[in-house]
Nanobody, 121 residues
């Protein structure tokens, strides 16, 4: 049972990037999927959470209007679409599995290994 986050990289300010979260060993659409990030020297913070249906997304104020999430039709992958990226978005991004959508890390039991996003010119 594991999650794998991928798609990170270097992007210029104002650019876009799409991260992927794939699951193995369990059915992805049975669970809420949260995206978190952790910048150097800072605590891990919630970015957004997508419901099992994909119809509800809960956003952190810092990413509203810029980030969104979706589930693919094959129900194997959750995406984090990041637009209008800022240097302050630089962090390691993680996806995590939960039974509820929450901004707290303790609500999630399975975590991906993280993928680094660097926003810099």
């Amino acid at each position: 049972v594991q999650l794998q986050a991928s798609g990170g990289g270097l992007v210029q300010p104002g650019g876009s990037l799409r991260l992927s979260c794939t699951a193995s060993g369990f059915t992805l659409d049975y669970y809420m999927i949260g995206w978190f990030r952790q910048a150097p020297g800072k605590e891990r913070e919630g970015v957004l959470c997508i419901s099992t249906s994909g119809l509800r997304i809960y956003y952190a104020d810092s990413v509203k209007g810029r980030f969104t999430a979706s589930r693919d039709k094959d129900k194997t992958t959750v995406y984090l679409q990041m637009n209008s990226l800022k240097p302050g978005d630089t962090a390691v991004y993680y996806c995590a599995r939960g039974d509820v959508c929450s901004g707290g890390v303790s609500s999630y039991d399975i975590w991906g290994q993280g993928t680094l996003v660097t926003v810099s010119s």
